[in-house]
């Protein structure tokens, strides 16, 4: 788009499209299991649900990225340099210390992508009442307007939300 080789198409289209989308593949028996994932029951991406899960899981070469629940790591992306580094005992690699508001972050950035949503339990044992109330406090608008659903403990974008989940997304962020 940005070299003009290729045209953007209008929201409304868009919208009309991936909405036909969602409702045939529902019909064929495909859950929507991500914004951007469908799959049949049991035949959902292992690699890409861990993500959205907040599994641990070890990147091994170059560019390889890693997270272990307190920090992401990443390795060089450089063959040779990585290669030296694991010869020498010294992995090159980068990390990022996850302080709590990075982690609710990321649990409500990557959660509320699925169709299992984010649990206010969940929060509140992970990060405190106070981020758990800023969450309620934040979701109640987008509740209002039938963007997100609340099922029992449970926070989950409704089908309308799905087409603005990065504002919702944004608005219940920690800042």
């Given at each position: 788009?940005?070299?003009?080789?290729?045209?953007?198409?209008?929201?409304?289209?868009?919208?009309?499209?991936?909405?036909?989308?969602?409702?045939?593949?529902?019909?064929?028996g495909y859950l929507h299991y991500e914004i951007s994932n469908f799959g049949?029951?049991?035949?959902?991406?292992?690699?890409?649900?861990?993500?959205?899960?907040?599994?641990?899981?070890?990147?091994?070469?170059?560019?390889?990225?890693?997270?272990?629940?307190?920090?992401?790591?990443?390795?060089?992306?450089?063959?040779?340099?990585?290669?030296?580094?694991?010869?020498?005992?010294?992995?090159?690699?980068?990390?990022?210390?996850?302080?709590?508001?990075?982690?609710?972050?990321?649990?409500?950035?990557?959660?509320?992508?699925?169709?299992?949503?984010?649990?206010?339990?969940?929060?509140?044992?992970?990060?405190?009442?106070?981020?758990?109330?800023?969450?309620?406090?934040?979701?109640?608008?987008?509740?209002?307007?039938?963007?997100?659903?609340?099922?029992?403990?449970?926070?989950?974008?409704?089908?309308?939300?799905?087409?603005?989940?990065?504002?919702?997304?944004?608005?219940?962020?920690?800042?």
């Open positions: 788009m940005e070299a003009g080789k290729v045209t953007p198409i209008e929201e409304d289209l868009s919208v009309t499209l991936f909405s036909t989308l969602i409702n045939r593949l529902t019909e064929a049949r029951p049991g035949y959902f991406s292992r690699h890409n649900s861990s993500y959205w899960t907040g599994t641990k899981y070890i990147g091994i070469g170059p560019s390889a990225h890693s997270y272990n629940g307190e920090s992401r790591q990443w390795n060089i992306s450089s063959l040779p340099r990585y290669l030296q580094g694991i010869k020498a005992g010294i992995p090159d690699i980068e990390i990022e210390e996850l302080d709590i508001n990075t982690k609710y972050n990321d649990f409500i950035i990557t959660g509320l992508r699925t169709m299992w949503g984010v649990s206010f339990a969940d929060i509140q044992t992970k990060f405190g009442r106070k981020l758990l109330s800023y969450c309620q406090k934040q979701a109640q608008p987008h509740i209002n307007q039938g963007l997100l659903l609340q099922t029992g403990d449970k926070l989950i974008l409704s089908k309308s939300g799905i087409f603005v989940s990065d504002g919702i997304m944004s608005d219940l962020l920690w800042v």
